[in-house]
């Protein structure tokens, strides 16, 4: 197929979060964020199911996220290899805890906001837009440890000055921004994105709706922030989005399938991007065992979330997901945060989760339906165990075929009709899984010698991917 149709000015880049690979998690005045207390390893999630677990760090552990890539050390670097590779935009984020180290300051860290100056200063040089994600699975440990997390309606004011501070400090040299990282996985794990745990009250769903109201409404002020320093900003918002398709045409499935969108991939982008709450939300809090009279809500609120849409609409894509409520014995798959049923007609990574090109199209196509608002792909990519051989070269071919895949899928959503903005692989320098606290998960067309316990040399290599991902941006998505 050709894959022509990119339209000019397509953000072509690569996207990376603070804590995934800056490291010196404690350098400039930096205080703790939630990824420094998640010990490293496959198990790294069974935190959230120990009643005890209290935030603190257990020196019988390692902690991958305290190292990262160094890229706080590497960063000119790093980006300068991005601009070798052509990016038209770099998407990383704010560690919330380098500008306000116990989240609820009154003023900045000063050291903070001059190391995103210096990042953002890097981008600029080589002709490289900064796309910035204000929260990223970041949160201050002391948030969480004082107030609770996000169910708690005080971390509302505290975001608001932290994004009222960066908005501030950047808008000039920076034109897009997202304001929480994939929201809707609190619906599977609330630790993430809302610091909720089983030792904080993460099994009463209440919470989990309660902080997802909580963060709408600080979503929508940090739009307004934005948008009263200049309207031209663009504010998104970012999901994930797992294309789910139900297993088979038995009606149970399907309505399963249905409600499984509304819960997982819409209700959040629902209220972030129509401004208001849809209306099933009375019936999906039923299905959680939730009353809209639990929550607490104020028509004031209701009224920021009408006036506030986002701007956009930015979501991560890996995988396609199955539902199946008609059979308990199907065998299931892993995913990134979100599992489901095997699909046979698919193959899978490294990590079980299941590559599904065709799923992105899908994606696109559905998110366009239903929002007419442009799309921006901002996470896409293959976990693989790559093997350097002797002089540090990682022949990737498969992501190489995973991402050509991907860009075919997006070129013909294009031919669709829909309004697609960048596409921003994920890790696009190798750094730390959010799920596994692993180096071995790579994605990058960047190679980082540096193993699972944080040892290494901490040279960059260039893959083979990264020949290939600056002949696709050259060519405005023709070569591929
Ligand atoms: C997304 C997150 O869920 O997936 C990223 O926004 C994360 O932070 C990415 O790294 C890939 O997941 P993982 O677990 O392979 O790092």
């Known amino acids: 197929m050709t894959t022509n149709n990119f339209p000019k000015g397509f953000l072509w880049g690569g996207a990376t979060a603070a804590n995934q690979l800056e490291g010196a998690y404690q350098a400039g005045g930096k205080g703790l964020s939630l990824p ?21 760090i257990d020196p019988q552990r390692v902690y991958p996220n305290h190292v990262g890539i160094d890229h706080y050390h590497h960063f000119k670097e790093d980006i300068k290899l991005f601009g070798e590779m052509g990016f038209k935009c770099y ?3 704010i560690a919330w805890s380098r500008i306000f180290p116990q989240g609820d300051e009154e003023t900045p860290n000063e050291a903070g906001l001059k190391f995103y100056d210096a990042v953002i200063d890097e981008c600029l040089k080589y002709q490289i837009e900064p796309v910035i994600t204000i929260s990223h699975y970041e949160l201050p440990v002391h948030l969480i440890k004082e107030y609770g997390g996000w169910k708690n309606k005080k971390l509302i004011a505290c975001y608001e000055r932290f994004a009222r501070t960066v908005l501030d400090q950047y808008h000039a040299k920076v034109k897009y921004w997202m304001t929480f990282n994939e929201i809707n996985s609190a619906a599977h794990f609330p630790i993430m994105s809302q610091g909720l745990t089983v030792s904080n009250g993460a099994k009463d769903k209440k919470n989990i709706y309660q902080a997802w109201h909580n963060q709408f409404v600080a979503s929508s002020k940090a739009v307004k922030i934005g948008h009263e320093l200049d309207p031209k900003l663009q504010i998104g918002c970012m999901i994930l989005y797992a294309t789910t398709y139900s297993f088979d045409a038995n009606p149970k499935n399907q309505l399963a399938t249905l409600q499984d969108n509304q819960a997982n991939n819409f209700f959040c982008a629902d209220v972030q991007v129509r401004g208001h709450y849809p209306a099933y939300t009375k019936s999906l809090l039923a299905r959680n065992g939730v009353k809209l009279s639990d ?5 004031d609120e209701l009224d920021l979330l009408a006036q506030y849409p986002v701007d956009y609409i930015g979501f991560s894509y890996y995988m396609s997901s199955v539902v199946d409520v008609t059979n308990e014995d199907q065998d299931r798959v892993a ?3 979100m599992g489901g049923v095997k699909n046979p007609f698919l193959e899978s990574s ?21 929002y ?3 799309l921006f792909i901002v996470e896409n990519g293959l976990g693989a165990l790559d093997q350097p051989d002797e002089n540090n070269f990682v022949a990737d071919d498969y992501r190489i075929d995973y991402l050509r895949q991907h860009i075919e899928a997006i070129s013909a959503a294009i031919d669709d009709g829909t ?4 596409y921003t692989p994920w890790g696009c320098i190798d750094l730390v899984s959010a799920s596994t606290g692993e180096m071995s998960k790579r994605y990058g067309f960047i190679y980082v010698d540096e193993d699972d316990a944080g040892h290494g040399t901490f040279n960059r290599y260039k893959k083979k991917s990264f020949a290939w991902y600056k002949q696709v941006i050259a060519s405005n998505g023709e070569e591929i």
Do not use: C, H
């Open 335 to 337: 995913g990134n945060l």
């Open 419 to 422: 309004e697609v903005m960048g």
């Open 350 to 370: 490294d990590w079980g989760w299941q590559i599904d090109p065709t799923g992105l199209r899908i994606a696109l196509n559905e998110l366009y339906d239903r």
């Open 36 to 56: 420094d207390v998640l010990p490293g390893g496959k198990d790294r999630m069974a935190i959230i199911n120990e009643p005890d677990f209290d935030f603190t």
């Open 91 to 93: 998407r990383f984020s």
């Open 372 to 374: 007419e608002k442009p």
């Open 295 to 299: 929550l607490d809500y104020t028509a």
